[in-house]
Structures are given as C-alpha cells and as structure tokens.
C-alpha cells in the first residue's frame, strides 16, 4: 500500500503548477533587453520621479515651488514624446532651406492631450511657429505639407482649409519606418541618436509596431 502511495505522488509530480514555475525564470529573463512591460514602467517613472525630488531638495533646497512648473498643479500642459527633440531634429534636416521642426512642436503644445489637433486660426498657429510677415500662414502651410510628405502628420480639409485637422501620427513610428522604407533617408548618426533614447525610455514596441507595418504592406 505504501508502496503504491509513493508511486502515485512520483506520477502527480509534474503538475501544471509546477510546469509553468519552472519556466517563470526564462520567461523573466526574456523581458532583458527587450520593452519593458506596463509594470516595470510604472516601478521606473516612480523611481525615477522619487530620484528626481531628491534632488531637487539636494541641489535647490531654496528654490521655492511657486516658482517651478509643476504639471500635477500648473495649468496648460501637454502630453509629448520624448524623442521629440530628435524627431525636430529629423525633420529639420529633412526639410533644409525650409525647417519645420518648431511648426511640429507647436502642433504637440497645441495637441489637448489627444493626438488630433483642430485649427480653428491658421494665424495662431502659424505665430507659435515663429512665422511673421506677408505670408505669415503660407509659409505655415508649406511647413504643414512637408510635415505630411514625411509622414509625421495626416490631415483632412475643414472651415480653414486644408489642415483644418491634423492628426499626430507617434513619431517614433515614422522614424523607424522612414529609416526601413529608405523612402525620406535619415542620418545614420540621427539615426542611431534615436536608437539610443527608444531603448533609454523602453519604447522598443514603437519600434515593432513599425517592422509590423512595413511587414504588411508587403
């Protein structure tokens, strides 16, 4: 009986459970390297957020906070990518002779927290973009219609014309299938600049949402 007992737990061993234990180490282990999940991206920009109010009382303990901008308690902010400054940078050089990267960064303040973005005055927007003069909102127009060659933007006609909604495409999407499709060719040294902060702010999946994209148009 006993016997039999013994033979019987040495068959159930194996469980499920046990199974799926077994593999947890190499499951974790591919997260490495790799996009971080929603968790682990929490736990950094908490981290990352206590590190950085350190040392604020480290380095400016006599500053006082009135006079800081603080997005939890200062109104009229914008959500925005953080490789925006290089996707500036991208389209600038893209754009030699004509540089839109301000007219793209002005569209992002100007973005309600919402990637669509509805102009209402073309003047405005055309202003925030350090544009001035005769041709004021041409020259902002002209800005518009590079930003939508290079694919950084999609637009559809309304009551002020042509970009009357501009959608904010991601712009680490763009970048990556610009550099894949060779279509708007980009600097390697940009290139690799862009790299570098995807993998820094674990946004590689931008970066397979793009090798999906170019897989499907095949």
């Not at 007219?103 to 927007?125: E, G, K, M």
């Not at 041709?135 to 800005?143: G, N």
């Not at 610009?178 to 999946?205: C, N, T, V």
Request: hydrophobic content about 40%; overall charge positive; glycine content about 6%.
């Amino acid at each position: 009986m006993k016997e039999q007992t013994k033979a019987g737990a040495t068959k159930k061993a194996p469980t499920p459970k046990a199974k799926a234990s077994a593999k947890a180490p190499s499951s974790e282990s591919k997260i490495d390297g790799k996009s971080l999940t929603d968790k682990q991206n929490t736990a950094r920009k908490n981290g990352m957020a206590e590190r950085a109010a350190e040392q604020l009382k480290e380095y400016f303990p006599d500053v006082p906070t009135e006079q800081l901008w603080l997005r939890q308690k200062n109104k009229g902010f914008s959500t925005i990518p953080r490789t925006l400054p290089i996707a500036m940078e991208v389209i600038d050089n893209l754009s030699k002779g004509q540089p839109a990267g301000h007219a793209y960064f002005a569209l992002w303040c100007r973005a309600p927290d919402s990637p669509l973005v509805v102009v209402q005055n073309p003047i405005v927007f055309a202003a925030e973009a350090g544009f001035s003069g005769e041709r004021t909102v041409d020259t902002w127009r002209r800005r518009m219609k590079r930003l939508k060659e290079l694919g950084f933007i999609q637009t559809r006609k309304g009551v002020s014309g042509d970009f009357h909604y501009i959608l904010l495409m991601n712009p680490n999407v763009v970048i990556e299938l610009m550099h894949k499709s060779g279509k708007h060719p980009i600097q390697e040294e940009l290139y690799l600049k862009f790299r570098d902060r995807i993998m820094d702010i674990g946004a590689r999946a931008d970066i397979a949402t793009a090798a999906e994209i170019l897989e499907a148009s095949r």
